[in-house]
């Protein structure tokens, strides 16, 4: 029987993954009197940088937070080969406007797979997608999953990936985003029909959710083609993608 090729090996086990966030309520005014003191507070340090006022910012922000946002979707992809090594690509979106309910089903998913042997892939995952899963976790009062125990543990004994982290190379304070990796290695993609911070315009404004589903599907491709294009593996062709939806 043949050796498996390197990056076919690597792949084992893995689960590509893409948050989507948003402000936790659909303005400023909405909000508690003590957590608007709270936002206020935290804002205090970036207000020279845009002409906003404290409810613009919170408009623009609150979704970078997971003490002020929430997560709408998750996008999820995972891999398998058919007998010519070819990958394919299956593609599931959770979204939802219960936060708890569309965590539960990620942890669902994710708890399938046996203790130790998940590995998580996302872009600038280590900086945000997985620390607010985690912290969006707890505040919904369920479980961390062993896959997202990462309190205490040293970087090397966490197996996540993360496309920006390989493209940095070791300077940490370079950031790239996914579209415009995805053009530099080019990789064929569909350009987003906008970026991360209007979703929550999207979601509070337009009460689209549907549009913000779509938008982590193409996240989640392009993803795991710019992964696939890191690794020197074949990208995964059109018709070699299947989505499922909840």
Known sequence: MPKPTPWKRRLKNYLFIDVKTVAAE???SKLDGRVQRLWEQKISRYQREEDWTVGEWYANRASYYAEFGKIVCLGIGGLYFDEDDQPHLKLKTLAGHDERELLG????IVNHYPTGELTLCAHNGKDFDYPYLCRRILVNGL???AALQLSGRKPWEIPHQDT???WQFGDKRYFIPLDLLAATLKV???TPEWTGDQTSFVYHEDGDLDRIRQYARDSIVMLVQVYLKMLGAP???DDHIVTSET
């Open 188 to 190: 064929p993609a569909k």
């Open 235 to 237: 990208t995964i062709a």
């Open 26 to 28: 659909p303005s400023f």
């Open 105 to 108: 089903q990620f942890l669902d």
């Open 164 to 166: 920006l982290e390989r």
């Open 143 to 145: 479980d961390l999953p």
